[in-house]
């Protein structure tokens, strides 16, 4: 499994050298992308160590629009939400293929997951299954999450999970076996970010399929 780190408040940018060598990619967050724009993209590439870096844009529209601005500033990887309609994912997907990046299929305005196979284009890296904040806030927990590992690894995707994961959390998430785990605030606002990310990466000893991923298991 590979660990992404989600850097979702601009205070914790200064921990990502601290434990870049623990992560395999580094994300920026909706919240830190809006606050600096494009332009925090290249600053955390310059801080990630050469870690592959994640633009959780959210795109719903203007696809192709979006992914030139955010591979063209150094993304090697963009979310897009799994409810966009198809012609913004294969507008995306297009200018993902011209950068050689690839994308994510968010899910965390979604009112259910895929039935079946396939649902999104070639380009799209992992299905994305990702509790909100707000809803974690509220009191639900990543169980749900955890629980649509397997059903969605079985329709042929990949899967990156998110959402409330920390040293409480890791073991049943272990368990269902994504191909990505993110973690954000259990790492930057540790008492010990490097320690925390240390034993976090050593938790998730299946390590993934490589890079550059696919969505799909097998052709």
Known sequence: ??????????????????VA??????????????????????????????????????????GAIEARLLFGAGASLV???????RATCLAAAQVAEEFGGFLVADTIAA????????????????????LATDRRLAGET???VVSQVAPM??????????????EQTIAAVVAAAPDVVVVGSAITQAANPRRTAKWI????????????PSLRLAP
């Open 142 to 144: 990543a169980h749900e």
């Open 1 to 18: 499994m590979l660990l992404q780190l989600a850097i979702d408040d601009p205070g914790s940018l200064g921990v990502v050298p601290a």
């Open 21 to 62: 060598e623990f992560v395999d990619i580094v994300e920026l967050g909706t919240p830190v992308l809006k606050r600096f724009g494009v332009g925090g993209l290249v600053t955390l590439r310059e801080m990630a160590g050469g870690r592959p870096i994640l633009a959780d844009a959210k795109t719903v529209d203007a």
């Open 153 to 166: 690894r079985e329709l042929g995707y990949r899967v990156a999970i998110a959402g409330g994961i920390g």
């Open 79 to 85: 979310t897009v939400l799994s409810v966009a309609p």
């Open 201 to 212: 990466s050593a938790q998730l000893t299946q390590r993934g399929h490589g890079w550059p």
């Open 111 to 130: 009112a259910g997951l895929p039935t079946t196979p396939n649902e999104f284009p070639p380009r799209f890296a992992y299905l994305g299954l990702h």
